[in-house]
């Protein structure tokens, strides 16, 4: 008899239970929802991007939020973007229309519906119409500290004000930098993840938390995935997934990996091959091309090194920041191409060039900042033309 009142009383406070979480999150007839969709074919894309969507069965409407737009007309763009000034805001659009959008690149999309009160989407809906207001709806973007997927993550833990648990994303600890070659490395964009880790600087390398992680569309996904959230009731406080339900809206259709077969890493090797094979030669003719070679290679990394300085204290980019791609594309290269390499205190130049080089390459696995391996033969090239160049210029004194 006891065992069946016990049953009772466990199918009464299961259904009151269940009958409350229904009444909190079903009575206002308001469904929100995440949208993670693949990454596409452009750079830009590279990394998918994440929307709301508000479906209010009262109102009949449907409703995308998304925070990764930007006026591409804009008649100073290109300038705001590479100084870290462009302005990206939120825009509202139609779920259909956003749906469109993404099938015509042939780019999938999952919903997850979350578990919210009515309460709380109500507030939740407010925070997102005042954001979208004109006055309110610009912010700067930066890619990994606040883009169009934190501020959904951080708009919902806002609004939602329930204690969130989420479980670790990744084993042991990632950087972004390492997020970042995940994508470029399945896309096949080596040799734009070459050009990123020049510009980029040590702040990349930093080991991130669970939430850090979620900057990325796929990694916020995974961590709605596994969070739950903590909700009182009239009994008692109870635990439940964030994630009500998840369902594919569109499948991808372009391929999930492709491959470059001329990569940087490869191209560099070679040339540093050939390149160190021709220094040990005698011959006039292949001597004087090296000289050209010289002066075309050394202004080339001077450049590099103008652009990340620029990049370092012109801009407003926090990951350009404590470059060591400097100790390797010094600026001061841009300038001694211009000047004869036989003076004597250009010798002196290109042995301080090749002691600091010889310095980054013992140190290369111990740095801060996580070197391109496409770079290693390059620096390899610093390494040996300095030494040669400074030689060069110490014989020919003797003979003068």
């Known amino acids: 008899m006891k065992r069946i009142v016990s049953i009772f009383f466990c199918l009464f406070f299961s259904v009151q239970l269940f009958a409350q979480i229904t009444d909190q999150t079903d009575s206002c007839r308001i469904q929100v929802s995440l949208l993670t969709c693949t990454p596409g074919a452009e750079l830009y894309s590279t990394f998918g991007h994440s929307a709301l ?14 925070y990764g737009t930007f006026d591409f007309d804009d008649p100073n763009f290109y300038s705001k973007f590479v100084r870290g000034k462009l302005l990206y805001f939120v825009s509202v659009e139609q779920f259909q229309d956003f749906k469109a959008a993404y099938e015509y690149e042939k780019r999938g999309i999952t919903e997850q519906i ?32 606040d883009n169009c997927t934190t501020r959904l993550r951080d708009i919902i833990e806002k609004f939602s004000d ?6 670790p994303l990744v084993e042991g600890t990632a950087t972004f930098r390492e997020l970042i070659h995940s994508y470029l490395d399945k896309s096949g964009q080596s040799w734009s993840e070459l050009g990123i880790d020049i510009l980029l600087g040590a702040p990349l390398d930093r080991k991130l938390s669970t939430k850090e992680i979620q900057f990325l569309p796929d ?25 009500q339900q998840k369902k594919l809206i569109l499948p991808p259709a372009l391929p999930s990996e492709t491959s470059s077969a001329l990569s940087p890493l490869l191209i560099f090797s070679i040339l ?9 030669s005698r011959s006039p003719g292949i001597q ?54 036989k003076k004597n205190w250009v010798k002196k ?34 390494f040996v033309r300095s030494f040669f160049i400074s030689k060069r210029i110490a014989t020919e004194a003797l003979k003068h």
């Open 114 to 145: 979350l578990y919210l009160s009515c309460d709380k989407k109500q507030k939740l809906i407010a925070g997102l119409e005042e954001n979208a207001k004109e006055e309110n709806k610009y912010y700067k973007y930066d890619f990994v500290r």
């Open 288 to 341: 004087t091309a090296l000289n050209i070679f010289d002066k075309i290679f050394f202004f080339t990394c001077g450049v590099l090194g103008m652009l990340v300085l620029f990049m370092w204290f012109g801009t407003d980019h926090y990951t350009c920041r404590n470059n060591f791609n400097l100790a390797w594309a010094l600026p001061t290269h841009l300038f001694i191409v211009a000047i004869s390499f």
């Open 272 to 280: 540093f091959l050939l390149i160190t094979v021709l220094t040990f």
């Open 53 to 66: 969507r508000i479906v209010d069965s009262t109102k009949g409407t449907d409703i995308i939020y998304n």
């Open 162 to 167: 329930t204690p969130y648990s989420t479980k």
């Open 349 to 382: 130049y290109f042995r301080i060039v090749f002691w600091l080089t010889t310095a980054l390459l013992l140190c290369w696995f111990f740095l801060p900042q996580q070197m391109n391996p496409a770079l290693f033969p390059v620096v390899g090239m610093v």
């Open 219 to 243: 990694y916020l996904l995974k961590g709605f995935d596994s969070t739950t959230v903590a909700e009182p009731t009239l009994f008692t406080r109870f635990r439940t997934t964030l994630v």
